[in-house]
């Protein structure tokens, strides 16, 4: 671990950031981290619990002069998206993130950095393990699973916080105040197919589809960014006439967009499929020249695999993917420049007898993601594939009539000389699921800026961080009185 990132401002975040950082925490596999949490408390004598589903709940009496202000919940997510270069030697089972310093960045060397939502985490730590910070009392909810299903959020039960004002900070842009975000549901789509014998005669080629910049599958999904798995069967559908498809494996979690693919196929006729694959890389490379400058395409021989699909399973696998939706599918009418409703294609599988097609569906409006939910599931339909919904959790409703709202947008103005923009988001927080047992709570969303959130290019601006942490300071000062 850099020393550089323990020395910078403040000082507090950053060093509660690296301790954090050195403990494995993948989603669905946060026994270490709920140790280290419920360990980092009771070393405190803070009131410590860990409910049903795993969530841990700190709670820390108002300072002295803050007891009439109003309880709040300070929120964050344990968990942590891991993803890595195809080149990087990382294990996220026993491995600490490495960080480094890049001028006014903080970035990992070829992983996720897990800023997301590790800063806030920090932040809370911080304030928990003070003693000059003036608050009222602090419920510090950290929840377990936000990244692949939420489940952390939606198993907490009522009764377990009693505060009246939610301050989540897992936004990323520190001019944003969050007032919305998107509700999701993961769609799978499965199928069997007969394996078949390669011809005797046919040439085995693994095509790779690599360095494309991915990211966050709700905040970047606007970007128009590149798909692995779609541009894979771009070219699986382009040299179609030549080719079977023996092994395709694309991607990896449905909140990135995917980054990699790598598919094994075998022809008869090497010639008309190098000359299909040359044509359709250069079309795909020509249209993301822009946004994807360090996109490769390649293929290279490999050994023949033990069977195929058969070219009409090929044929019809290319063409479901091909009218699979994939990206933004309609644009919010009442919120300018917000995304209400896309589709991730995340995850394609296809191997030993047997394809798996993961993506994760979102919209800020319940019915617009279940409309996008069955368009996906009649085009799979088509295809002869069973579907199956999982993980559903819903969207959070923007409430014009907030306090805290109030009090934060003028603490912005007074602090920063400029207006912050008060916006929804087209990413899964987990206020809308909070609110489920908890309706009355008001919530608000912000945080430092990070950008690459999901990707090996993550990065946490330092400036940013400090600029955040001020501000989450004096909204601390300024909690409303109870009433």
């Known amino acids: ?48 619990v860990i409910d049903p589903v795993q969530n841990v709940i700190i709670k820390k009496p108002a300072t002295k002069g803050m007891e009439n202000r109003k309880t709040i919940v300070l929120q964050s997510h344990l968990d942590m998206v891991h993803q890595k270069n195809n080149d990087t030697n990382f294990d996220f089972d026993t491995e600490g993130i490495k960080m480094y310093v890049d001028g006014d960045w903080v970035r990992a060397e070829g992983t996720t950095l897990g800023a997301d939502n590790g800063l806030g985490v920090a932040s809370i ?4 393990e003070s003693t000059d910070i003036p608050h009222p009392a602090i419920e510090a909810l950290f929840t377990i699973d936000e990244e692949t ?13 009693t505060g009246e004002i939610l301050l989540n900070l897992d936004t990323e842009d520190d001019d944003e105040i969050g007032v919305g975000c998107a509700g999701g549901v993961d769609v799978t789509a499965t199928k069997k197919y007969e394996q078949q014998t390669i011809p005797t005669d046919a040439t ?34 382009a040299t179609a006439d030549y080719i079977q498809i023996a092994e395709i494996d694309g991607g990896s979690l449905r909140n990135a967009i995917p980054r990699e693919s790598n598919a094994i196929i075998v022809t008869q006729n090497t010639s008309d499929f190098k000359t299909a694959f040359d044509k359709i890389v250069t079309e ?9 400058k360090d996109l490769e395409i390649t293929f290279t021989d490999v050994d023949a695999p033990k069977s195929v699909l058969s070219s009409k399973d090929t044929n019809n696998l290319i063409k479901t993917i091909y009218a699979t939706h994939n990206g933004v599918f309609r644009m919010s009418p009442d ?40 368009t996906l599931k009649s085009t799979f339909d088509l295809g002869g594939f069973d579907v199956e919904f999982g993980g559903s959790y819903p969207g959070w409703k923007p409430n014009p009539n907030s306090a805290i709202l109030k009090v934060m947008k003028g603490l912005y103005e007074d602090l920063f000389n400029e207006k912050p923009n008060i916006l929804a988001c087209h990413a899964g927080l987990e206020c809308g699921i909070l609110g489920t047992n908890y309706p009355e709570m008001d919530m608000i969303s912000f945080g430092p800026t990070i ?7 993550e990065r946490a601006s330092i400036s940013s961080t400090q600029k955040y942490w001020k501000y989450l300071l004096e909204t601390l000062k300024n909690i409303p009185e109870k009433a």
């Not at 975040?13 to 403990?23: K, R, S």
């Not at 730590?125 to 928990?128: A, D, G, R």
């Not at 095509?207 to 779609?230: P, Y």
């Not at 950008?451 to 290019?457: E, F, L």
């Open 1 to 48: 671990m850099s020393e550089a990132i323990r020395n910078l401002e403040p000082k507090r975040v950053w060093n509660n950031f690296a301790d954090l950082n050195a403990v494995p925490r993948a989603s669905k596999k946060e026994e270490r981290v709920i140790a280290f949490m419920v360990e980092f408390g009771k070393k405190l004598g803070l009131e410590t």
């Open 451 to 457: 950008k690459g959130a999901h990707s090996p290019d």
């Open 125 to 128: 730590m911080s304030i928990l």
């Open 284 to 292: 795909i490379k020509n249209e993301y020249a822009t946004l994807e």
């Open 204 to 237: 085995a080629y693994k095509i790779t589809v690599k360095g494309l910049q991915g990211g966050h599958s709700g905040m970047d999904i606007i970007k128009g960014l590149g798909n692995a798995n779609k541009m894979m069967n771009r070219i699986m559908y």
């Open 335 to 374: 919120i300018e420049d917000l995304v209400e409703t896309s589709n991730n294609i995340a995850r394609i599988i296809v191997k030993d007898g047997n394809i798996k097609i993961g993506c994760l569906t979102r919209s800020s409006v319940e019915s617009g993601k279940w409309d996008m939910a069955f």
């Open 149 to 161: 299903g939420m489940t952390g959020a939606i198993g907490l039960q009522a009764g377990y916080l």
